[in-house]
């Protein structure tokens, strides 16, 4: 369990903003690692091709193998600035740059793996920071930039509901939207998180949402300092009472009926819909992440994930 107390300063400065550094560094993971993101589907040969790039490779090397888990440095994605969105990543980059040498060698140190040559080479000579923001500025333009519109209107919507919900219930009920493994209990974050760790908070906590993280996780970066940052899964939605809202009447039946695998024909005939409409509500629960979907022979199944379990 890991214990964030906020002090008043640190209530008083929660906000909620996107940080494209994050979403590149986890769609650099995904890319580095050969997979797929689970509704955005293959990196593409352009995110494959920044690869070559030493620079971007070495932030690769920053980062643990997908599928497991582990700590990243945190100078590769600095808390958002409070400035306009389009500024955002810019600010990001330069702060990554100006990190401190012995600050990025202290960072690297933490890492709980086998530390690559080039990665040490790197630190040594004091470049790490800034050939990281390089690494990161560069695969940005080739594996993102032309796609940000998309997903900056995916980030907007997210960001709207958690600040209705903010407005509407208070930080504690903000809070509590975020993810399962996160609680609010008045005074502090309780934080299901491997071994026993307590944090206080100072000066500001950033809720960030995140759409290319493959894991749904949360990610935290929580410190004594006023750097700290929670990223928390876009979509993730409201408690249950809310879903009607969130996905519509019609695709909440479906999502709550699909705690077993079924088929589209079986949906159809469960709740009087037609197949097609039937199919069209599957395919954007698919997209969000919320259902999966298996060929069993002749058949497509599908069941909610552990995402849609979160909105039941």
């Not at 940080?19 to 769609?27: G, K, V």
């Not at 759409?211 to 004594?224: A, I, K, V």
């Not at 629960?285 to 849609?308: C, I, N, P, Q």
Request: aromatic fraction near 6%; charged fraction near 20%.
């Amino acid at each position: 369990m890991l214990v964030a107390t906020l002090d008043a300063s640190a209530m008083a400065g929660v906000r909620l903003a996107m940080s494209p550094a994050l979403e590149a560094l986890s769609w650099l993971r995904i890319t580095a690692g050969g997979a797929r993101h689970p509704v955005f589907g293959d990196p593409g040969p352009a995110a494959r091709f920044a690869l070559r790039d030493r620079d971007v490779a070495l932030v690769a090397r920053s980062m643990p193998p997908i599928g497991r888990g582990g700590y990243s440095p945190d100078l590769l994605t600095p808390r958002p600035p409070a400035v306009r969105t389009d500024l955002i990543m810019a600010a990001q980059l330069a702060e990554s740059a100006e990190t401190a040498a012995d600050v990025a060698a202290a960072q690297v140190a933490r890492t709980d793996r086998p530390v690559h040559r080039d990665l040490r080479a790197a630190v040594d000579a004091g470049t790490y920071a800034r050939r990281a923001a390089r690494g990161l500025a560069v695969f940005w333009q080739a594996a993102i930039g032309d796609g940000w519109g998309d997903l900056r209107a995916r980030f907007d919507a997210d960001l709207a509901v958690r600040a209705t919900t903010m407005a509407t219930e208070g930080v504690g009920g903000l809070f509590g939207s975020l993810h399962p493994n996160l609680e609010w209990t008045g005074s502090a974050l309780w934080i299901r998180w491997p071994g026993h760790r307590t944090v206080q908070c100072r000066g500001g906590l950033v809720l960030s949402p995140s759409l290319l993280e493959t894991d749904r996780c949360l990610q935290l970066q929580l410190s004594d300092t006023d750097t700290s940052v929670i990223s928390y899964p876009a979509g993730a939605g409201p408690r249950p009472a809310g879903v009607s809202r969130l996905v519509g009447a019609s695709r909440a039946t479906l999502l709550n009926d699909l705690n077993v695998a079924r088929t589209t024909s079986d949906l159809s005939s469960r709740h009087g819909l037609a197949r097609a409409t039937v199919s069209y509500h599957l395919s954007v629960l698919l997209e969000s992440g919320l259902v999966s979907k298996v060929r069993d022979g002749k058949a497509v199944l599908y069941r909610r994930t552990a995402l849609g379990d979160t909105l039941r």
